[in-house]
């Protein structure tokens, strides 16, 4: 056993615990501890030292104690981890900024404004050094204090118009406009339209893209046939039943939220329409494309919007002053089959 002391009886060993029981200074330690290059012979006394004592470096102290007052931390609040949409999302964040050797810090806000601010409050007391927010569109206050205390913001998913904050998003209408575009190429006048909650940003984009496509192609945007404020699989359920039950039903259907889409296939293929219904959903996800027919969707690539928004963040970390920039991706439209169902009417 190497020189020292006997095993300090606080249940919190400490640097200097450490020291006093490898025989070695306080300054040896930290230099091993923060990986430092030391003399190989003090540095394995330390690194016994280390184990047997069960000392754990709080690296959050150590760089807080820096010039730089760093703490090589990234913020992620998303709306629901387990949405492949966020998952996806978070894996690209996570493996930007783990390149850089920064830990991401992530949580999921449920839609519930209250809950985001308590996610950025716990994260801003950790002292993150930058954030990426899908917001809820209610924290402006929150980001924007963030924002003047120094901290970076990076939106994604959805605008927010803060200064200092940039934002990468997708091409939400213009996405919807295509659809109904691909569809009305095929015959079909009678386009039903599932939307999420009309507070969010995105859904409006979506639902205004899917407006002015039906106008421009002198289709009716029927009330009967178009429901918002849906934002389950379960009540994709309940207004697709009610829609394609109906005696004068659509021939066509876009839903603008994967969820929404899974909920209304299911009715659909309950109902023995999905071979005579053609569908289109807004956000590509998993073995759509084993369906019978495959799912043809409106795909927008979450991991380059996450890939996109650490970039941003690490620039704006490492000394970018620029003004606030706004990143618009494209989407891409994947024909696979349920979009390609003809509708009533004869292309010449």
């Not at 904050?165 to 009305?184: K, P």
């Not at 859904?203 to 192609?217: E, I, P, S, Y």
């Not at 996109?308 to 003004?323: F, H, K, N, Q, V």
Request: charged content about 25%.
């Amino acid at each position: 056993m190497t020189a020292g002391g006997a095993r300090p009886s606080r249940k919190r060993v400490t640097m200097r615990d450490v020291a006093t029981f490898a025989g070695v200074g306080l300054t040896t330690v930290s230099r091993v501890v923060n990986g430092v290059l030391v003399d190989p012979v003090l540095t394995a006394q330390v690194r016994d030292a280390v184990e047997q004592l069960g000392y754990r470096h709080d690296a959050t102290a150590s760089n807080l104690r820096r010039t730089d007052r760093r703490t090589d931390t990234v913020g992620l609040v998303l709306e629901d981890v387990a949405n492949p949409f966020s998952s996806s999302l978070h894996r690209a964040v996570e493996d930007v900024v783990a390149e850089r050797g920064l830990l991401l810090l992530t949580g999921s806000s449920d839609e519930d404004p209250a809950r985001e601010r308590s996610l950025l409050t716990s994260l801003l007391t950790r002292r993150v050094d930058g954030l990426v927010v899908l917001p809820t569109g209610e924290v402006g206050a929150e980001l924007a204090s963030a924002r003047q205390f120094g901290t970076p913001v990076v939106c994604v998913d959805r605008m927010l118009a803060l200064d200092g904050v940039d934002t990468v998003t997708v091409d939400n209408a213009g996405g919807i406009a295509e659809a109904v575009q691909r569809l009305t190429s095929l015959g079909h006048r009678k386009i039903a339209f599932l939307g999420d909650r009309t507070s969010l940003w995105t859904a409006q984009q979506r639902w205004d893209g899917f407006v002015a496509a039906m106008t421009q192609a002198r289709c009716a945007v029927r009330t009967s046939w178009a429901r918002r404020d849906i934002h389950d699989a379960a009540a994709a359920e309940s207004a697709t039943t009610e829609i394609f039950t109906g005696r004068n039903s659509p021939t066509a259907l876009i839903t603008a939220q994967n969820l929404l889409t899974i909920g209304a296939r299911r009715v659909l293929q309950k109902l023995q329409l999905h071979h005579s219904v053609a569908h289109v959903g807004f956000d590509d996800f998993e073995m759509a494309d084993l369906l019978d027919p495959p799912l043809s969707v409106v795909a927008q690539d979450p991991a380059e919007i996450g890939r996109t928004a650490a970039t941003m963040l690490l620039a704006r970390l490492d000394g970018d002053s620029s003004p606030a920039r706004h990143v618009v991706l494209p989407t891409r439209y994947l024909a696979r089959g349920s979009g390609e169902i003809p509708g009533d009417l004869e292309i010449s």
